[in-house]
């Protein structure tokens, strides 16, 4: 069992940055991979940011390519979201997911666990 909780959220200016954290319990987070979610009002979840187990291999929406960042520390049960420049299109609630061994990083079924969101607002 892998229990997710985000922090870092809030309200930050057009331009502006904030780092997002996702904390796991369990001793085998280590094979777990990690991806970000998040789904503004309205609209659908979606998939924004992954890193593997390993950390070796990431992938990232097109839209936040350049400006997001995603890092993990396994000996710290960490992910890390770092955003950059943000835009008023990144307001939204943002999830961590935990996924054993999932190799198919985009996709929100390969996904086993779910943290309980951290709200992004960006306003210009």
Request: with cysteine; net charge positive; hydrophobic share 35%.
């Amino acid at each position: 069992q892998v229990q997710l909780v985000e922090s870092g959220g809030g309200l930050v200016q057009a331009g502006g940055s904030l780092r997002l954290s996702c904390a796991a319990s369990g001793r085998t987070f280590s094979t777990y991979a990690v991806g970000w979610f998040r789904q503004a009002p309205g609209k659908e979840r979606e998939f924004v940011a992954a890193i593997s187990w390993t950390g070796g291999s990431t992938d990232y929406r097109d839209s936040v390519k350049g400006r997001f960042t995603i890092s993990r520390d396994n000996a710290k049960n960490t992910v890390h979201l770092q955003m950059n420049n943000l835009k008023s299109e990144d307001s939204a609630v943002y999830y961590c997911a935990a996924g054993y061994r999932t190799l198919v990083l985009r996709e929100q079924d390969k996904y086993n666990y779910w943290g309980q969101g951290t709200q992004v607002t960006v306003f210009s």
